[in-house]
């Protein structure tokens, strides 16, 4: 399979997976610095499919959907979190919840 290079930029996540070379890391280690991996464009990662690296327009897109997952699997996970402290102590930290007490 070719590198896609065209203009055929989607913006449909595509699986990728951990390169190799560095094993996500995005660098590699050597004696005294760490260096970019060049098999990933220091990314970490790699298309799942045919084991390459994205093009770097391409990379970019992938990495801005995945970011933007996370972002709201976070918003999600913290609106659970809140509702569920909410729910079982009863005792009302606030809304906002913003203090934190160990105990
Ligand atoms: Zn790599």
Same mark, same amino acid.
């Given at each position: ?22 094993? $996500? ?61 909410? $729910? ?7 809304? $906002? $919840? ?6």
């Amino acid at each position: 399979m070719k590198k896609t290079a065209g203009p055929a930029l989607n913006q449909e996540k595509r699986p990728l997976k951990p390169c190799p070379h560095c094993h $996500g890391a995005g660098f590699v280690q050597s004696m005294f610095y760490q260096l970019r991996c060049d098999n990933c464009e220091a990314s970490g990662v790699v298309c799942k499919e045919t084991g390459e690296s994205l093009a770097m327009d391409d990379l970019v897109i992938q990495l801005r959907i995945r970011l933007n997952d996370r972002s709201q699997q976070l918003r999600s996970l913290r609106k659970q979190l809140a509702e569920l402290r909410g $729910g079982e102590s009863g005792r009302g930290y606030g809304a $906002g $919840g913003s203090r934190y007490h160990g105990d």
